[in-house]
């Protein structure tokens, strides 16, 4: 027996509709459509319709599901829900108090940090957007600038796509997310990525001598960063959270934020003269990649990259379009 697409059926339908006379040739296609959805939809409508409403919607669904699939490839699922983020009395810095439950809904973020190679493709797409080690006529080129900063790694920058990109300034990390129809996350976001369900100091605990099992840091880096991926991921799937390089979030920093902070889904102060980073780094020691450790600048540095996020209602409105 031959199968006919719904899609076909409706627009035969819909053919036939318009073509007939009387008040149907009054209606615009548009308008038409709705009136033969409407139909088949309805309690009165021939039972053979339902077997086709039902065929389209199940395509729909598997369209949409697909699309979703693509637009989140590389991405891990963070469930929304209400996460107690900050540090406990006695924990950390005082810009990490107090500790409080914030109601997050459900985002996707990137598994890994953005990688060098990954990055490239950016900058060759927009001829601009470079990091400081690359921009031309700039005085941390790595090749014709005066300083000579970003020198020692300039191995890792040639020759290690897969290693995080650093040296990139927030408003050009935030334009790469953008360019990837994603957005740096929330410093919220951050942090419950980071604990993956955990109120400890760490995603895996707070012991610190697992933290080599998960992270780069100073003590086992070779003071160096390191590719992607290659310790043990959190239990979101989301890897070096802590360590390998710093994460510029899209929050401006004040110290005394956390006691004014809205208790859902909050997105930072509306003024400041920094923004945040998390994780710590390949340079920095065990402390500073707790989940709930804070720091703050204005400038990159070999040791800041970052990765994006995007809402899951954003992205289901994008798959609905």
């Not at 490839?73 to 929304?80: D, H, N």
């Not at 790694?153 to 997310?177: H, M, Q, R, S, T």
């Not at 953008?178 to 990525?193: G, I, Q, S, V």
Request: glycine share 8%.
């Amino acid at each position: 027996m031959e199968i006919i697409a719904p899609a076909l059926v409706l627009r035969s339908a819909l053919v036939l509709f318009l073509a007939a006379p009387l008040a149907a040739q009054r209606l615009s296609p548009a308008a038409a459509e709705s009136e033969l959805l409407n139909y088949m939809r309805g309690d009165g409508a021939d039972p053979a319709c339902g077997v086709c409403i039902n065929s389209a919607r199940r395509h729909l669904e598997d369209a949409a599901r697909e699309k979703l699939l693509k637009k989140t490839a590389g991405m891990a699922l963070v469930p929304g829900g209400k996460r107690r983020l900050g540090s406990p009395e006695g924990v950390g810095d005082p810009d990490e108090r107090p500790a409080a439950d914030i109601i997050l809904p459900p985002f996707y973020m990137d598994k890994t940090e953005a990688t060098i190679g990954d990055y490239a493709q950016f900058t060759r797409a927009t001829s601009g957007n470079y990091p400081e080690w690359l921009k031309p006529g700039g005085k941390f080129n790595i090749s014709t600038g005066s300083e000579k900063y970003y020198r020692r790694l300039e191995g890792i920058l040639k020759a290690c796509d897969n290693c995080p990109v650093f040296g990139v300034a927030w408003a050009d990390a935030a334009a790469y997310c953008r360019w990837k129809n994603k957005r740096l996350p929330t410093e919220a976001e951050w942090e419950a990525a980071a604990r993956a369900g955990s109120e400890e100091a760490y995603s895996f605990g707070n012991s610190r001598h697992a933290a080599e099992d998960f992270a780069w840091l100073e003590t086992n880096s070779g003071e160096v960063p390191h590719p992607v991926g290659a310790k043990k991921p959190n239990k979101h799937g989301l890897s070096d959270m802590h360590g390998n390089v710093w994460e510029w979030v899209a929050d401006l920093y004040d110290k005394a934020y956390y006691s004014r902070r809205p208790s859902r889904n909050p997105k930072g102060p509306e003024t400041g003269q920094e923004h945040v980073i998390r994780g710590g780094s390949w340079a920095f020691d065990t402390d500073s990649a707790r989940s709930g450790n804070r720091a703050s600048t204005q400038k990159p540095n070999d040791d800041i990259g970052f990765r994006c996020a995007v809402s899951e209602s954003e992205l289901f409105a994008e798959s609905s379009q």
